[in-house]
């Protein structure tokens, strides 16, 4: 009898983990659900924050935020804008993948232009990049705009035949 057959102990512990590990796999899209919406609300509270008094907003990236490149007026409207705009995209889960790249790359240049940023204010930082980059990577699953354009375009694609 082999150490992996059905009625085995191995065997058994074997199909217990594939169960489990089915049953987590069905969490997968709430869980980037979740990623998605809890990223999204973080940059767009950002954004609300910049557009409630301009003034400051521009004085702060003149003063403190330190973007490579471009002026300051101009910075702060890219910057608010993208805030406003991408996790809009990451929250319906339309065109994920883009809104997911744009604010991680944005985060980047956050954490490296602002010099005095605090460390625990880096570690939510590196917090929301590990969250962007895994949806980033795995797409922003089931519960999403993109899964359900996809899905159409694929029944529009087999009742086309």
Same mark, same amino acid.
């Given at each position: 009898?082999?150490a992996?057959?059905?009625? =085995?102990? /191995? $065997?058994?512990? $074997? +199909?217990?983990y594939? #169960? #489990?590990?089915?049953?987590?796999?069905?969490?997968?899209? !709430?869980l &980037?659900? #979740?990623?998605?919406?809890?990223?999204?609300?973080? /940059?767009?509270? =950002? $954004?609300?924050?910049?557009? %409630?008094?301009w003034s400051?907003t521009?004085?702060?990236f003149?003063?403190?935020? %330190?973007?490579?490149?471009?002026?300051?007026?101009? +910075?702060?409207?890219?910057?608010?804008?993208?805030?406003? =705009?991408?996790?809009? @995209?990451? +929250?319906?889960? &339309? #065109?994920?993948?883009?809104?997911? /790249?744009?604010?991680f790359?944005?985060?980047?240049?956050?954490?490296?232009?602002?010099?005095?940023?605090?460390?625990? +204010?880096? *570690?939510? %930082?590196?917090?929301? $990049?590990? @969250?962007i @980059?895994?949806?980033l990577? /795995?797409?922003?699953? *089931?519960?999403? !705009?993109?899964?359900?354009?996809? =899905?159409?375009?694929?029944?529009?694609? @087999? !009742?086309s035949?």
């Open positions: 009898m082999s992996l057959a059905p009625n =085995s102990f /191995f $065997g058994r512990l $074997g +199909a217990l594939c #169960a #489990a590990a089915r049953q987590i796999d069905t969490l997968q899209p !709430l &980037l659900l #979740a990623f998605r919406i809890y990223v999204a609300r973080v /940059f767009f509270m =950002s $954004g609300l924050t910049k557009i %409630h008094d400051i521009v004085a702060l003149t003063d403190e935020y %330190h973007v490579p490149v471009l002026p300051p007026a101009i +910075a702060a409207l890219m910057g608010t804008a993208t805030e406003l =705009s991408m996790p809009a @995209l990451l +929250a319906f889960g &339309l #065109a994920t993948r883009f809104g997911a /790249f744009v604010l790359f944005f985060n980047i240049v956050a954490v490296v232009s602002y010099a005095s940023l605090p460390d625990v +204010a880096v *570690k939510d %930082h590196y917090l929301w $990049g590990v @969250l @980059l895994v949806v990577v /795995f797409g922003p699953g *089931k519960i999403s !705009l993109d899964h359900w354009l996809e =899905s159409r375009r694929s029944q529009r694609r @087999l !009742l035949r």
